[in-house]
C-alpha cells in the first residue's frame, strides 16, 4: 500500500516536478492542497486543480483561506502597526504561515505519513514551513525534494518533458508572489544592493492621476468600512481599498532585511491597500491612546513582527502579545480621512468620539483649562527633582 504524502502546491515548476518524483519515482499517494491567501481568482485556482489531476494526484483540496489568513494573523499586524525594518509589511512571510498552518492540517485530516513543500535550500520559506511542520505534526516526514536534490530550472524542466509534462522553458524576468496583505516581486534588480525596479515589473500599473480622498472607518482597530462602503469582514475592506489606492502606484519599495538563515536580500513589493491601512490606523491611535500606551505597543509589536517573519507564529508568547494588541484597541474607533496621490498619500485628520485631542481640555500650544502656570511652575520643579540632586552631587564630588 503506497504512504499518503501531503504536498502545497502551487502549480508552478517545482511542486510540478514534486508530484511527479513523489509519484513516479517514490511510489507515494499524493494529495495536492493549495491554501489561497488572497493571490489566485477563481478561474485561476481550477486550473490549477485541473493541472494537479493530470498530473495524476490521488486528490486535490483548494482551501480559501483568505479570512481565516486575516482573524489568525494580518489584524495583529494592523493592531501593531507592524513594518519590518520600518519599511515591509511582512506580506509573504505572514502569508506562508498561514499556509503551513492549514497543509499540516490538512495532513492531519488525512492521516497522512509525510508532507512535502516546494522550497529551495536558499531562503526563508523553508525554514518557515518546516518549523510548523515540525510543531503540528511531529514524526510526520519532511520532504523537500528541489532542496535536496539541489536542482537547478533547467534540469527540472528536462525532468517533466521526459515525463511528458510540457512546462513553459521560458523563465520569468520577474517573480511575483500576490497575496492578501501585498505582492513581492523579485528581478534582477534586486540580486545587489544597487537597483531599482522598472516601471513595467510592478504587477500593478499606474492609471490614476488625479487626487481622491478616502474615508476609511475604523471600529476596535479594524477596518470595515470605506466611503459609504461597509464590508461584513475586514478582509472585503482591504481588497476594496485596493482597488481604489493600486493605480496610484502608491506601497511600492524595496525592502533589505535580514533573513533567518543569516544573510541580507532585498525584495520589490507593492502594497497599497496595506502601508494606507497602516498609516491610517497609526494616525487614529495617536489620537486616542496614551502615551504610555503606545510606547508600549510600538516594543511589542516590533518584537512580534521580527517573531513572525522567523516563522515563530506558534511560539506561546505570540499569544500573549495578541491579547494585548487586542485589548489595547477598545477605543481605535473612528474615521481617517486619506488623500491619495501618484506613488504617496497624505492624512488629512481623523474623526472619532475618543479622541483625546479636545478642545474643551486645552489647545496645544495656547492654553489649558486642567491647571495653570504656577501648577506647571512646581510640577517642573518636583518632575526634574531626582536629577537635580545627582547634579548637586556631582558638583559636589568634583569639588573634590
Not at 168 to 178: L, P, R, T, V
Not at 347 to 358: A, P, R, T, V, Y
Request: proline share 2%; hydrophobic share 40%; with cysteine.
Amino acid at each position: 500500500m503506497s504512504k499518503k504524502i501531503v504536498l502545497g502546491f502551487s502549480g508552478g515548476l517545482d511542486t510540478t516536478f514534486c508530484v511527479k518524483y513523489l509519484s513516479e519515482d517514490n511510489g507515494y499517494e499524493v494529495h495536492s492542497i493549495i491554501v489561497n491567501t488572497g493571490g489566485f481568482s477563481d478561474e485561476e485556482l481550477q486550473k490549477i486543480e485541473q493541472h494537479a489531476k493530470n498530473l495524476g494526484v490521488k486528490s486535490h483540496t483548494t482551501v480559501n483561506a483568505v479570512k481565516t489568513y486575516y482573524d489568525r494573523i494580518i489584524r495583529y499586524l494592523v493592531y501593531g502597526n507592524v513594518l519590518k525594518n520600518n519599511t515591509y509589511p511582512l506580506s509573504v512571510s505572514a502569508e506562508r504561515l498561514s499556509q503551513a498552518i492549514h497543509i499540516a492540517e490538512h495532513v492531519q485530516k488525512l492521516g497522512a505519513d509525510a508532507v512535502a513543500h516546494g522550497s529551495t535550500g536558499a531562503g526563508n520559506d523553508q525554514v518557515r514551513f518546516d518549523m510548523v511542520f515540525h510543531i503540528m505534526i511531529p514524526g510526520v516526514e519532511i520532504i523537500t525534494p528541489i532542496r535536496d536534490l539541489k536542482l537547478s530550472r533547467e534540469a527540472e524542466i528536462k525532468y517533466l518533458q521526459e515525463k511528458g509534462v510540457d512546462m513553459n522553458a521560458e523563465k520569468a524576468m520577474y517573480s511575483i508572489n500576490k497575496g492578501l496583505w501585498g505582492t513581492s516581486v523579485g528581478g534582477k534588480e534586486t540580486l545587489s544592493s544597487k537597483g531599482m525596479l522598472p516601471e513595467s515589473a510592478w504587477p500593478t500599473q499606474m492609471t490614476k492621476s488625479a487626487a481622491e480622498e478616502v474615508e476609511l472607518n475604523f471600529v476596535k482597530g479594524e477596518l470595515v468600512g470605506v466611503n459609504d462602503k461597509q464590508f461584513s469582514h475586514p478582509s472585503e475592506a482591504i481588497q476594496y481599498l485596493q482597488t481604489l489606492a493600486g493605480p496610484f502606484g502608491i506601497g511600492r519599495d524595496i525592502h533589505v532585511g535580514d533573513t533567518i538563515i543569516g544573510i541580507k536580500g532585498r525584495v520589490g513589493f507593492e502594497a497599497a491597500a496595506p502601508m494606507v491601512i497602516l498609516k491610517a490606523h497609526h494616525a487614529l491611535e495617536k489620537h486616542v491612546l496614551t502615551k504610555w500606551q503606545l510606547q508600549w505597543k510600538d516594543t511589542l509589536s516590533q518584537f512580534y513582527g521580527n517573531w513572525l517573519h522567523e516563522g515563530q507564529i506558534l511560539d506561546p508568547v505570540m499569544r500573549d502579545i495578541e491579547a494585548y494588541l487586542e485589548h489595547s484597541q477598545q477605543n481605535v474607533t473612528g474615521k481617517v480621512f486619506v488623500s491619495l496621490l501618484p506613488y504617496r498619500f497624505q492624512i488629512i485628520g481623523i474623526e472619532s468620539n475618543f479622541d483625546l485631542m479636545n478642545s474643551k481640555f486645552g489647545k496645544y500650544g495656547e492654553m489649558n483649562s486642567g491647571f495653570t502656570g504656577e501648577d506647571v511652575r512646581g510640577f517642573s520643579k518636583i518632575f526634574g527633582n531626582q536629577t537635580i540632586i545627582w547634579n548637586a552631587v556631582q558638583q559636589e564630588n568634583n569639588k573634590d
